[in-house]
């Protein structure tokens, strides 16, 4: 019963650096997205896909790339990191890309740029 | 533009208390689904209730209730005898339908039950 798997849990980068953020889900759901969470301002959503293959922009997805090459994996790639994408980063899925499936969060990354 | 506001964004009562939080949201679509979700101390994001735009009906499920009112574009949450376990940060969040399953969330109301 793992559900959305995120990795890791905690990291710490240098402004301009680069790194992928994992997540993994096996309830072979079809939607799956990305969010960042920062204080005040809820959850925001940065990518997201509706199938392997097919991949789409969500509200904030400035320095951000994502790829969806089997159903399961859902990485998010941060290019050249920078202090304003310090967040909690949340992947989420859902057994359908339809409005009202509710949403299977993994456990959240801390990331801090400095 | 679709946006969903949580004017409270820190409660704090005694356990036992009942408590209220409010969620107001704006869209112009005429179907949309709307969301509560609970995050603990420990981080999680927790699924609690799901409501279409047709659907009026309060419910409730257990000390939870949730009141659903279109012609105020609200929907608030109770918690009856709260208890300390309740304390977390709660997010109500708005998807449009034909729109993928993309949420619009509030800012979040953080609740802290003291003992």
């Known amino acids: 019963n793992a559900g959305v798997t995120q990795t890791p849990k905690f990291q710490v980068l240098k402004t301009g650096q680069s790194m992928t953020l994992q997540c993994a889900q096996d309830?072979?759901?079809?939607?799956m997205s990305w969010y960042r969470q920062d204080p005040g301002m809820g959850l925001r959503l940065i990518h997201y896909?509706?199938?392997?293959?097919?991949?789409d922009q969500g509200e904030v997805p400035n320095g951000y790339n994502v790829s969806r090459s089997t159903t399961e994996d859902f990485p998010l790639r941060l290019l050249s990191a920078a202090p304003s994408q310090t967040s909690v980063y949340f992947c989420?899925?859902?057994?359908?890309?339809?409005?009202?499936?509710?949403?299977?969060f993994g456990n959240g990354t801390r990331l801090t740029v400095t | 533009a679709q946006k969903v506001t949580q004017a409270q964004t820190e409660i704090s009562v005694v356990e036992k208390e009942d408590v209220t939080l409010d969620c107001v949201y704006e869209?112009?679509?005429?179907?949309?689904?709307l969301f509560w979700y609970k995050q603990p101390p420990s981080g999680e994001l927790v699924f609690l209730i799901r409501?279409?735009?047709?659907?009026?009906q309060n419910e409730i499920s257990g000390r939870y209730s949730w009141n659903f009112q279109k012609s105020t574009s609200s929907f608030n949450f109770t918690i009856t005898a709260s208890q300390v376990v309740d304390s977390a940060v709660y997010f109500c969040?708005?998807?449009?339908?034909?729109?993928?399953?993309?949420?619009?969330f509030g800012g979040g109301t953080r609740l802290m039950v003291k003992p």
């Open positions: 309830m072979n759901h079809e939607y």
């Open positions: 409501r279409n735009s047709f659907d009026e």
């Open positions: 896909s509706v199938g392997a293959g097919i991949t």
């Open positions: 989420a899925s859902s057994s359908g890309p339809y409005a009202g499936s509710p949403l299977h």
């Open positions: 869209t112009r679509d005429t179907t949309y689904y």
């Open positions: 969040a708005l998807s449009r339908t034909g729109a993928g399953n993309m949420l619009t």
